[in-house]
């Protein structure tokens, strides 16, 4: 009972947050910063103006929840914006360093994004939102761990392998019926610039790499596993494609 309770507020909570995100979100002015690329970025001076609110308050108080917990489930401590997307929908990472307290780069998310991933939510719970942060996670990882020397498709599907570990240990609290709807999100995404194929792999790829991390943290409940056994076993993966 306890259970459904707080699936229902949950449910609430999203369903709050996709009504005002889609009416729109005021951006407050907070600092500029590097160049963006694709997903991994040198730095984010083609991004412009870089947010540290959304403008709403809700969004926000679950944007900030959801960093925490990366934070500590992946052991690395980003910067984190939201950004103006316009109509390129996007996220980025970059491992450029802009403030000491956060010694592992910054994470860049796109306003619009988060508002077509609402939009296209089936269960309206932007779940796939979370799942793509922690990709972008991953890359911190990446960067940090120096897992790859160059910068290929391999990166951004390892990042998505650790995405699926992450999607596994929320799935232990909000239930699994929003594993596939993350799946086809993953699958989606390939038909944005930063899923572009020669740089991230296809979207079938992508979704294979996401399963399989999700599979391989599911195999460890009652086990338990650290990060660089995730790390080896998503290396080991992505070297087949």
């Given at each position: ?62 944007h ?52 077509k ?28 761990y ?11 599907l390892?990042?998505d ?5 992450y ?8 239930g ?5 709807e ?12 930063f ?13 294979s ?33």
């Amino acid at each position: 009972m306890e259970n459904k309770l707080r699936m229902r507020k949950m449910d609430i909570f999203f369903a709050c947050i996709a009504v005002v995100l889609l009416l729109g979100c005021k951006k407050e002015k907070n600092v500029v910063q590097e160049t963006g690329g694709y997903c991994f970025a040198s730095n984010f001076g083609g991004l412009g103006q870089l947010f540290k609110s959304s403008g709403n308050q809700q969004l926000d108080y679950w944007h900030y929840g959801e960093y925490n917990n990366l934070v500590q489930r992946f052991g690395v401590i980003p910067d984190i914006y939201f950004y103006d997307d316009g109509n390129s929908p996007n996220a980025y990472f970059t491992p450029q360093i802009s403030n000491n307290q956060y010694p592992d780069g910054q994470v860049a998310i796109g306003l619009n994004w988060i508002k077509k991933e609402f939009a296209n939510s089936p269960t309206n719970s932007g779940v796939s939102i979370a799942i793509i942060m922690a990709h972008e996670f991953a890359h911190c990882v990446d960067a940090k761990y120096k897992v790859y020397n160059t910068h290929s498709y391999r990166n951004e599907l390892f990042a998505d392998f650790l995405a699926g570990c992450y999607l596994h240990l929320k799935s232990m609290i909000i239930g699994e019926q929003y594993v596939n709807e993350v799946a086809n999100s993953f699958y989606a995404i390939g038909d944005y610039a930063f899923n572009d194929p020669r740089h991230h792999g296809t979207p079938a790829q992508r979704v294979s790499c996401l399963m399989e991390g999700y599979k391989f943290s599911k195999s460890k409940v009652g086990v338990g596993y650290q990060l660089p056994e995730a790390i080896s076993n998503a290396r080991n993966y992505v070297a087949r494609f």
